[in-house]
């Protein structure tokens, strides 16, 4: 029987039956008999397409039944049920954290992995150790997008190089390749806060491994999947090295990945194949083509946002509307100008429906410097001082988040677009005032971009402070 094609109330009511038919035996519903079901609804949850609510239905009644088949577990001397029921619970954690309280649910993960280590070790069940600590360092890189990137990564690595202990290439061909392509996941999003070249270069060697094995002939779904993830880490590549030619490995890495992960057989992972895609003709564009790359970009994120709707994947969602807002962004630097602003708006407006202080702070202050800027690019064309201030008031909300203490190369950042945008106020009302708020925000950027560590972001912060202190002397010797 194929429980993936059961409905809830056909679960439930086979459940039901073999409860029933246990008591009538006067015997505890047996271990298998709980995980079978559960895993019935587990399939039912990765069923495409899958509303996120019905999803979460069916992801809790498999975590309340895994739970019963932990307890049941429990009764006996076997550990492997054990650590595979704390495992499987793990898993539904994990899955449950694609749809809500993501920090809550990769915590909640990471402490079931944790417990099935306690009994599934290297040395007495090697195979459930690997399995674990694969699923561990997966759980650490999901947590890391949410909290404490840095560390959550390498936590991530750890566990994933100790399945590697197991997941041999000569033994455990499929399950290398899964692990490896696991790896460089983790990479990639360390290498958004560390050594960024390193990093990439490892995530790049070990999805070279994992297409040692997961080929397009033999395994066409997990081609797709690393394909996505060597694109990243190309994409990541292109900004510290060869940028032309890493976005444009990057690109061929993603249309690898769309021969498999069609919108078809596959939403969801042509959702994120579409979004990358777009992220990569956006990096494209900062070198060649400006205006044509930026309109490959919009057209694959307007791809993804067919998958990735507010309702069934909000998180994604945010993510692609902050990146689209990006394209029209840098879209408005070569024509259209007030258009294309009017449309970045209008998409990072979207993002922060998702995006907000409370839930994603890091991903708040982001999309908040973004419409500061789409809102400071708006005002070159038109109605300069209403948009000014609204780009003010993005900035001072990004800067609620992006601390000196936390963040401080996002609060240089942020410090000297927000003096550009007093800078630019101080054109129209309230000149001497305007300079002096600006003066004061460059300063506070050169506090983080000194001269000996970024050079060429202090020069650029430098010549916008000297700029300012010109127009602060014209404007006292004007009114002297």
């Known amino acids: 029987m194929d429980e993936s094609r059961l409905d809830s109330p056909d679960l439930r009511k086979m459940h039901e039956e073999l409860v029933k038919a246990a ?8 271990y298998h008999a709980y995980t079978v079901i559960a895993q019935g609804y587990l399939s039912r949850a990765r069923l495409a397409p899958m509303a996120a609510a019905t999803a979460v239905e069916s992801l809790q009644a498999a975590l309340k039944l895994f739970y019963d088949a932990a307890e049941r577990a429990s009764v006996g001397e076997d550990p492997l049920l054990r650590a595979d029921s704390q495992r499987r619970i793990g898993n539904v954690y994990w899955e449950l954290a694609r749809y809500q309280d993501v920090k809550g649910n990769c915590h909640r993960a990471i402490n079931a992995y944790e417990e099935a280590l306690k009994v599934g070790t290297l040395g007495e069940l090697p195979m459930e150790y690997g399995k674990t600590q694969n699923n561990l360092g997966t759980a650490y890189r999901t947590l890391a997008g949410v909290e404490d990137k840095a560390g959550n990564c390498r936590r991530a690595i750890e566990a994933l190089e ?12 499929m399950d290398y390749g899964m692990t490896q392509n696991n790896l460089a996941a983790a990479y990639s999003t360390l290498a958004e806060v560390e050594q960024k070249r390193e990093n990439c270069r490892r995530a790049i060697e070990a ?14 779904m997990g081609y797709g999947t690393t394909q996505t993830n060597l694109g990243t880490a190309y994409r990541a590549l292109a900004e510290v090295e060869e940028k032309g030619e890493n976005c444009r490995r990057a690109i061929e890495a993603y249309e690898e990945a769309l021969r498999v992960h069609t919108l078809e057989d596959s939403p969801i992972d042509y959702g994120m194949a579409q979004n990358n895609l777009g992220n990569a ?22 791809q993804a946002l067919r998958v990735r709707t507010l309702e ?4 994604d969602y945010g993510m692609t509307q902050n990146n689209l807002g990006n394209a029209y962004n840098t879209l408005a630097e070569v024509e259209e100008k007030g258009e294309n602003c009017r449309r970045a708006i209008e998409a990072y407006e979207e993002a922060l429906r998702v995006r907000t202080l409370e839930d994603f702070p890091m991903d708040y202050g982001m999309t908040q410097n973004n419409l500061g800027a789409a809102y400071s690019t708006l005002a070159e064309v038109e109605e300069k001082g209403e948009n000014c201030r609204r780009a003010i008031e ?3 909300q990004a800067l609620r988040v992006r601390t000196l203490e936390d963040f401080p190369m996002d609060h240089g950042m942020t410090q ?28 506070a950027a050169l506090s983080v971009y000194t001269e000996d560590e970024f050079p060429d972001l202090h020069r650029a912060v430098d010549r916008s402070l000297v700029r300012t202190l010109e127009g602060v002397c014209t404007g006292e010797e004007g009114s002297s």
């Open 23 to 30: 008591a009538s035996r006067g015997v505890e519903l047996p």
């Open 162 to 173: 100790e399945a590697l202990r197991v997941y041999t290439l000569e033994d455990l061909p």
């Open 207 to 220: 999805c070279e491994e994992a297409l040692r094995v997961r080929t397009l002939e033999d395994f066409p």
């Open 281 to 302: 003709y956006s990096t494209l564009a900062e070198v060649e083509e400006k205006g044509e790359n930026c309109r490959r970009a919009i057209e694959a994120y307007e």
């Open 312 to 315: 069934d994947f909000p998180i």
């Open 394 to 396: 993005a900035y001072e």
């Open 416 to 443: 000297s677009n927000l003096g550009t945008a007093y800078a630019t106020l101080a054109e129209v009302q309230d000149k001497g005032d305007n300079y002096r708020k600006a003066i004061a925000a460059y300063q």
